[in-house]
């Protein structure tokens, strides 16, 4: 049965998952991965469930055809999804088109007792009753039940114009009307290049990016819904800051190229203990000496360097974070609590919303706790992503009244 029986409303699980490493590795690591989920999904139990993917099917789609179809597969049709008779996915797997592909996936997932839920038809402009499972993919450029666009690529701050973007799918539940939008942002493509700056050159191309879709979304094309917008959005820590507050007392040498003479390396030492290497710094490479710093208390002190969704307080909206930074966890199965050495640990994966869908969410807290902001996997690799993921309920009546339902144009469904 879904949901708790203590608690009314509609329940509720939204997840963000980068799962491009299960695809690079699938024999070790999706088994590992599905069992966390699926421990997640039965600990909450959601009527409705939406699990938006980044970099689905890995770093070589063509060459993750078939680990993609066992995976999908595999969620479909497993024991512990065999109460959600109903689904919809969507995977970008126009892999071809270097215009067009995001590696984006989006699953929804409908349970059984759940009734009455509605997808809206951007295309037709009015909500359609769902039924039954299904699979769209290749070109979702033409399915009207979503919203899809890369980034254009004047955005991007390299040449490469890679595979960032968002998709867009709006839904009716209990009588109340929400976007959900999965979104994959720019990446920090040199530590070297984010420490010159405060905020870094990476921040600002993000902030466009994101104030790109905000505004996509919130058009005059269609009817204003509330929204939850939840990916790997790659927010870094302000790296100038992080690094001057770990290195206080350490004392700087700049390594240089011999024939360029640009900076290589950064090397931060102690003053004293021996001149002990605290931190070295390179384009891809983020060495410091205590890992713990980023895990103790789940990297609370950390939080105050955390400043890219700022920008956006008066559009975007966040449950606290209680949970250690979500990237970048080692690869190694056996390393399920470890960070790489690659970058400065970040909450890359998270769940915002609007103002009016924080409002939805916490009309359903009540003495009972029902709403949880959290990862998936802390102790077992799940890849260099920890998933993350907010479940709350949908009181009866909180929602704004559907426009425009199948069958019964302006109403509400019986």
Not at 193 to 220: C, F, M, N
Request: charged share 25%.
């Amino acid at each position: 049965m879904a949901g708790k029986a203590a608690a009314p409303g509609t329940a509720v699980l939204l997840v963000t998952a980068n799962v491009g490493s299960l695809f690079d590795d699938p024999e070790n690591l999706q088994r590992n991965w599905l069992r966390e989920f699926y421990q997640v999904v039965h600990a909450h139990r959601p009527h409705f469930l939406a699990l938006h993917c980044q970099e689905f099917g890995g770093k070589n789609y063509e060459a993750s055809m078939s680990h993609v179809d066992k995976f999908v597969k595999e969620l479909l049709s497993s024991d512990a999804m065999k109460e959600y008779s109903r689904a919809r996915v969507y995977l970008d797997e126009n892999y071809k088109s270097q215009e067009q592909f995001t590696a984006l996936g989006s699953f929804y997932f409908l349970h059984e007792s759940l009734k009455n839920i509605y997808q809206f038809d951007f295309k037709a402009k009015k909500y359609k009753k769902v039924t039954g499972k299904e699979i769209y993919s290749d070109t979702l450029e033409s399915t009207p039940m979503l919203e899809k666009e890369k980034f254009p690529q004047d955005y991007f701050p390299e040449c490469k114009w890679s595979r960032k973007g968002f998709l867009r799918t709006r839904w009716c539940l209990a009588d109340c009307a929400f976007d959900l939008v999965n979104i994959h942002l720019f990446h920090d493509a040199s530590n070297l290049v984010a420490w010159e700056t405060s905020p870094s050159v990476y921040s600002g191309i993000r902030h466009k990016a994101l104030g790109y879709v905000l505004d996509r979304i919130a058009d005059q094309r269609f009817e204003k819904a509330c929204y939850f917008v939840f990916g790997d959005f790659n927010f870094r820590l302000d790296s100038k800051s992080v690094v001057e507050t770990l290195c206080t007392k350490a004392t700087m040498q700049a390594v240089r190229a011999a024939d360029t003479n640009e900076v290589v390396k950064l090397i931060f030492r102690e003053s004293d203990n021996d001149r002990k290497v605290m931190l070295q710094l390179e384009k891809k490479l983020f060495d410091y000496s205590n890992q713990e710093v980023f895990r103790d208390d789940n990297g609370t002190a950390l939080l105050e360097f955390d400043k890219e969704l700022s920008v956006f307080k008066d559009r975007l909206c966040e449950l606290g974070i209680s949970f250690p930074p979500s990237y970048p966890y080692s690869e190694d199965c056996s390393q399920g609590r470890q960070y790489m050495n690659t970058r400065c640990p970040a909450w890359c994966d998270r769940v915002l919303m609007s103002p009016s869908a924080k409002e939805l969410v916490l009309r359903s807290e009540s003495e009972e706790k029902v709403v949880t902001y959290d990862h998936i996997g802390p102790n077992v690799c799940m890849g260099d992503h920890k998933p993350v993921f907010l479940a709350f309920r949908i009181a009866p009546g909180a929602g704004r009244r559907c426009q425009r339902l199948e069958g019964t144009p302006g109403e509400t469904p019986p």
